[in-house]
C-alpha cells in the first residue's frame, strides 16, 4: 500500500517521513491530514495539477483527510506594486467563485464531498502586526534567499519587493493552522513547502511531510505544463480537444504522459512502453493514451467518439497518402492570425536555419493544401486543417 | 544662521535639501517638523547623543518644532528570537517609565515643552496584516541589503532574522505618519533614515531631509560612545565623575571634544586647538573642556568644585612627582575585582607584547602604590587611586 503512494513521487523529505506519519495517526487512532495549496486567481486545472491531484485520490481513499487552503488572502491583495497585471486584487466575492470553479473541477479527480475546503484569510486577516513580527523572526534572510527563483533574483540585480519574502512563511504557517501531517505539490513547491516543517517545529509541533510530485512537461515536450505557455491539456477540455492535443505531442513525451496522464495498470504501462521500444508506430500508443485519459475526465463513449472524429478529420483524409503531424496553432506561438510563409516553415521545422528555409521555399520545396507557393514573404491565414509540405519528407497540419 | 545649521553635520541629504525645505515652510507659512527616533530600551543618554540633541536645540531656537518619536512598537516586541537578552520585550508601563526618564535627560539639552512627544505604536499596532503587505511591497531586498551591516552579516552568513529587514521600514513609516520634514540621527542612522525619504515619495509627499551627525568616539579614543562598551560621559553623570572622565581621554581626542561636546564660541575652540599644537600641556585643555561640559549639564560652580576635587586628589598629591595618567577601572574591560600582575600591566601598555611585560615584570620594572613587584602572577585588587609604575616613564592610576 505504501508502495502504491509513493509512486511516481519525485521527492519525499525526510525520506523515511511517510512511513513515521502512518505510524502516528495509527497510535492517535486518527486520519493523516493531508494540504494542498491553491491559488485562487488561476482556477483553470490541466494534467499537471491531474498528477498532484490523483496522488491526493489514494490517501483519500485510505480515508485520509484531504484540506484544501485557498490562498484568499493573498489573492485578496494582489500584486501590491502593480506590475504584474494578472494579480489584479480579488474581491470576496471573485475569490469565492474562484474556488467554486476550483471545487468543481477538483471533483473531476477526487470526492469534493469528503474534501475540507479552507481559506486562509481566515487566520491571516486576524494576524496583527506584532504577531507578523514573532512569525517572521523564526525565518532567516538567507534561507528564504536560498529558494531558487530568489536567489537567482537576487544575483541578477532583479528587484524582489520585501513582501513577496513574506507569502513563503504565510504558506508555511497555513501547514500550522491546520495541523498539517503532508503537505503535497509539485517540485517547485518544495521550498515554500518546508516552510511549513520549519514553522511547525517553532510551534512545538511534529513537522509535516512534503511529498513534491514531478512537474508534467506541455504539448511542446519542453515547458512545464503552464496556461501561461498555452501548452496544456485542460480537464475542462472538450473529448476532440483533448484526442488532438494528446495526438500532438511529441514521441519523446510517450513515455511521461503513461506514467503521469494515465490510469493505466502498471502492467499495462511497461507493455506500452515496449511496444514502443519494439517500434511500433507512436501514433497508435498516442491514441491509446488520447482514449485513457478522456475515459478519466469524460467517459469510455467520449473518448471512442473523439477517436472517431480524429481519424475521419485527420488521419482518414490526409494519412491516405502521408503522415501528416497535427500542429496546434497555439504551439506555434505566433499570437497572429496570419504570418509569412517564411515565418511558419521556420516555426514548424526549428532546426533548419532561416536562411536554409528562404532557399527551400524559393527553389519549390514548399506546398501549402497542394500548391507550390515561393515567395518567402507571402502571408498564410493560421486557420485549421491547413496542410503544410515542407521538402520531401515533413508533412504538418493546423489543428 | 543656515550656515550655523550644518556645523558639524557630517551628511546632509540631498546637499542642497536643507535650503528648499526652509523655503517650502517659509511659503507655507508653518514650522518644520524635525524628528529624532528614541528607542526606549536603553534611555540613558550621553555626550554622543548630545552631539544630535544640541542640533535639535538649533532648530528649536529657530521655532522649529521637534518630535521625538518613541519606538514603542519595537521595544514592547523585544528581541522575538530571544537571543538577544537585553531586548527584552517591554511593558506599556516600562516603556512608559523609560520616555519619562528619556524626557528628563533631554531636558538637560532641549526645551522639552516645546518638543512633542509621539510614541509609534499609535499607528504601528493599527496596521493590518495586508497594509503591513502593502508597505513591504514599496521596498526591493536589494535595498535593505544595501545597509551596511546587513550586507556584511549576510555575506559574512550571520543569520538576519527576517523581521529585522522591516524594522527599517516602520522607521521610515513613522516619517509619513509625523509628515517629517528633516529626520535627524547619527551617521550610522543614514540608512534608516532614507527609507523615510522613499516611503513619503509613494506616499505623495516631499521627502525629508537626512541629516546625520557625527559619532562621538568613546574614552578608549577608538569606538564610538555607548554604553554596552562602557566609555561613555553620561549627560546625568555626577561633576567628579564628568571632570575625571574627561581627563582620562587620550590627546587624539581633544579636537573632537572641543568641536562636539563643548559650547565654546568658534573663536574660542580654534584658539584651544592652537594652543596644543604651540606645545602647551594637553591636560589644561583637558580640565578647560570638563569644565565646559560640567557647566552645560550642571552649572558653573560645580564645575570649579570638580576641578578642584580632582586637583586635590590626584594631581597636588601625584604629579608632583610624575604625571600620573588616570585611567577608568572600567576602561581595562577586566569585569573582575582583581587581576594578576602581568595582565593589568598589558591592558594599561597595550602596545608592548605580554613577553616583554612579563620580563619587566622580572627584572623589578613595576611598582604598585611605591612598592616593587615582581611576580606576573600575583593578583592585584583593581581599586580606585591605585597607582601603577611601568618602567621608567609610565605612571597610571586607577580611577
Same mark, same amino acid.
Given at each position: 500500500?505504501?508502495?502504491?503512494?509513493?509512486?511516481?513521487?519525485?521527492i519525499?523529505?525526510?525520506?523515511?517521513?511517510?512511513?513515521?506519519? #502512518?505510524?502516528?495517526?495509527?497510535?492517535?487512532?486518527?486520519?493523516l491530514?493531508?494540504?494542498?495549496?491553491?491559488?485562487? !486567481?488561476?482556477?483553470?486545472? @490541466?494534467?499537471?495539477?491531474?498528477?498532484?491531484?490523483?496522488?491526493?485520490k489514494?490517501?483519500?481513499?485510505l480515508? @485520509?483527510q484531504?484540506?484544501?487552503?485557498?490562498?484568499?488572502?493573498?489573492?485578496?491583495?494582489?500584486?501590491?506594486?502593480?506590475? /504584474?497585471?494578472?494579480?489584479k486584487?480579488?474581491?470576496?466575492?471573485?475569490?469565492?467563485?474562484?474556488?467554486?470553479?476550483?471545487?468543481?473541477?477538483?471533483?473531476?479527480?477526487?470526492?469534493?464531498n469528503?474534501?475540507?475546503?479552507?481559506? /486562509?484569510?481566515?487566520?491571516?486577516d486576524?494576524?496583527?502586526?506584532?504577531?507578523?513580527?514573532?512569525l517572521?523572526?523564526k525565518? $532567516?534572510?538567507?534561507?528564504?534567499? @536560498?529558494?531558487n527563483?530568489?536567489?537567482?533574483?537576487?544575483?541578477?540585480?532583479?528587484?524582489?519587493?520585501? @513582501?513577496?519574502?513574506?507569502?513563503?512563511?504565510?504558506?508555511?504557517?497555513?501547514?500550522?493552522?491546520?495541523?498539517?501531517?503532508?503537505?503535497?505539490?509539485?517540485?517547485?513547491?518544495?521550498f *515554500?513547502?518546508?516552510?511549513?516543517r520549519?514553522?511547525?517545529?517553532?510551534?512545538q509541533?511534529?513537522?509535516?511531510?512534503?511529498?513534491c510530485?514531478?512537474?508534467?512537461?506541455?504539448?511542446?515536450?519542453?515547458?512545464?505544463?503552464?496556461?501561461?505557455?498555452?501548452?496544456i491539456?485542460?480537464? $475542462?477540455?472538450?473529448?476532440?480537444?483533448?484526442?488532438?492535443?494528446?495526438?500532438?505531442?511529441? &514521441?519523446?513525451?510517450?513515455?511521461?504522459?503513461? &506514467?503521469?496522464?494515465?490510469?493505466?495498470?502498471?502492467?499495462?504501462?511497461?507493455?506500452?512502453?515496449?511496444?514502443?521500444? /519494439?517500434?511500433?508506430?507512436?501514433?497508435?500508443?498516442?491514441?491509446?493514451?488520447?482514449?485513457?485519459i478522456?475515459?478519466?475526465?469524460?467517459?469510455g463513449?467520449?473518448?471512442?467518439?473523439?477517436?472517431?472524429?480524429?481519424?475521419?478529420?485527420?488521419?482518414?483524409?490526409?494519412?491516405?497518402?502521408?503522415?501528416?503531424e497535427?500542429?496546434?496553432?497555439?504551439?506555434?506561438?505566433? *499570437?497572429?492570425?496570419t504570418? !509569412?510563409?517564411?515565418?511558419?516553415?521556420?516555426?514548424?521545422?526549428?532546426?533548419?536555419? %532561416?536562411? #536554409?528555409?528562404? %532557399?527551400?521555399?524559393?527553389s519549390?520545396?514548399?506546398?501549402?493544401?497542394?500548391?507550390?507557393?515561393?515567395?518567402?514573404?507571402?502571408?498564410?491565414?493560421?486557420?485549421?486543417?491547413?496542410?503544410?509540405?515542407?521538402?520531401?519528407?515533413?508533412?504538418?497540419?493546423?489543428i
Amino acid at each position: 500500500m505504501k508502495n502504491v503512494l509513493q509512486e511516481n513521487v519525485e521527492i519525499i523529505l525526510p525520506e523515511n517521513g511517510l512511513e513515521q506519519k #502512518f505510524k502516528q495517526a495509527e497510535e492517535e487512532n486518527r486520519k493523516l491530514i493531508i494540504k494542498l495549496g491553491f491559488d485562487p !486567481t488561476a482556477p483553470d486545472l @490541466h494534467l499537471g495539477h491531474a498528477v498532484v491531484l490523483k496522488k491526493l485520490k489514494q490517501f483519500q481513499d485510505l480515508g @485520509h483527510q484531504i484540506i484544501i487552503v485557498v490562498g484568499s488572502f493573498t489573492a485578496r491583495i494582489g500584486d501590491p506594486t502593480g506590475k /504584474n497585471k494578472a494579480r489584479k486584487p480579488l474581491s470576496i466575492e471573485d475569490v469565492q467563485h474562484n474556488a467554486e470553479t476550483y471545487i468543481n473541477q477538483l471533483s473531476k479527480v477526487i470526492d469534493v464531498n469528503k474534501t475540507k475546503i479552507v481559506f /486562509n484569510s481566515e487566520w491571516l486577516d486576524a494576524l496583527s502586526f506584532s504577531e507578523v513580527i514573532q512569525l517572521m523572526s523564526k525565518v $532567516t534572510v538567507a534561507q528564504l534567499m @536560498h529558494r531558487n527563483d530568489f536567489n537567482k533574483r537576487f544575483t541578477e540585480n532583479t528587484p524582489i519587493a520585501m @513582501h513577496e519574502l513574506v507569502y513563503p512563511i504565510l504558506q508555511g504557517f497555513d501547514s500550522v493552522k491546520i495541523a498539517c501531517d503532508i503537505e503535497m505539490g509539485g517540485t517547485d513547491q518544495l521550498f *515554500n513547502c518546508t516552510m511549513g516543517r520549519q514553522l511547525q517545529e517553532v510551534h512545538q509541533m511534529s513537522p509535516q511531510i512534503v511529498m513534491c510530485m514531478p512537474l508534467l512537461k506541455g504539448l511542446d515536450g519542453k515547458e512545464k505544463m503552464s496556461k501561461s505557455l498555452n501548452n496544456i491539456i485542460g480537464l $475542462t477540455d472538450e473529448p476532440n480537444e483533448m484526442f488532438g492535443k494528446t495526438m500532438s505531442i511529441p &514521441d519523446s513525451l510517450i513515455d511521461e504522459f503513461i &506514467d503521469l496522464t494515465t490510469d493505466f495498470q502498471n502492467e499495462e504501462k511497461k507493455n506500452l512502453k515496449q511496444r514502443i521500444k /519494439n517500434g511500433e508506430n507512436p501514433m497508435n500508443i498516442k491514441k491509446l493514451i488520447a482514449k485513457n485519459i478522456i475515459t478519466q475526465y469524460h467517459d469510455g463513449e467520449s473518448a471512442e467518439k473523439a477517436e472517431q472524429f480524429f481519424v475521419n478529420q485527420f488521419q482518414n483524409k490526409i494519412f491516405e497518402e502521408k503522415s501528416f503531424e497535427p500542429v496546434s496553432i497555439d504551439l506555434l506561438h505566433l *499570437n497572429q492570425q496570419t504570418t !509569412t510563409l517564411l515565418e511558419l516553415c521556420h516555426r514548424l521545422k526549428k532546426d533548419e536555419s %532561416k536562411t #536554409f528555409m528562404r %532557399k527551400l521555399i524559393e527553389s519549390g520545396g514548399i506546398q501549402i493544401n497542394n500548391i507550390k507557393k515561393n515567395n518567402p514573404n507571402e502571408e498564410i491565414e493560421l486557420v485549421p486543417e491547413t496542410k503544410i509540405k515542407i521538402g520531401k519528407r515533413s508533412f504538418f497540419e493546423l489543428i
